[in-house]
């Protein structure tokens, strides 16, 4: 069962205060508990830890994700979210593609409206995404590790 397998995932977020350990984990599990097929996809980045739901196990068809800061926020993001429909324009950015929120307590995720956008960005990844009846379910996969970190108490050191 993937909900369980966070071995590496609590090993990256070490560094962090237990604040954004905990923070971290429990919108893991909001996530997995709305989408349970879905695949965790672990990068463990030069500036954060980012964590992301997709499809597959290709970064394209993430339809959302957190990502772990060294400043003690979070980021709960959509890959797609510039293309998917937020009528109380509470998503962050200006890129082409990513938007996300900040959240630095549980309290600042707006769960029932968060669950509406997941769908929609669900939504249009399943619409844009090939081959999804071969793609894995439900599994979680460390992608990448960064050799070099910006993290809590490491000051960039490796």
């Known amino acids: 069962m993937a909900k369980a397998d966070n071995t590496d995932l609590l090993v990256f977020l070490r560094p962090f205060s237990p604040k ?53 926020s979070a980021h709960f993001g959509f890959y797609w979210g510039a293309h998917i429909d937020d009528p109380q324009k509470i998503l962050l950015g200006n890129g082409s593609q990513y938007r996300y929120i900040r ?17 929609n960005a669900y939504k249009f990844c399943v619409d844009k995404a090939k081959d999804l009846d071969k793609a894995p379910q439900g599994t979680t996969v460390t992608k990448s590790v960064s050799p070099k970190k910006k993290r809590p108490g490491t000051a960039g050191k490796k």
């Open 103 to 119: 959240i630095n307590e549980k309290t600042d995720l707006p769960k029932d409206y968060i669950k509406i956008l997941m769908a």
């Open 20 to 72: 954004m350990q905990e923070l971290a984990l429990w919108l893991r599990d909001f996530i997995w508990d709305e989408y349970p097929d879905a695949n965790e996809l672990i990068y463990d980045n030069y500036n954060a830890v980012a964590v992301g739901w997709a499809l597959s196990h290709k970064l394209g068809d993430t339809f959302c994700s957190i990502a772990i800061y060294n400043n003690d």
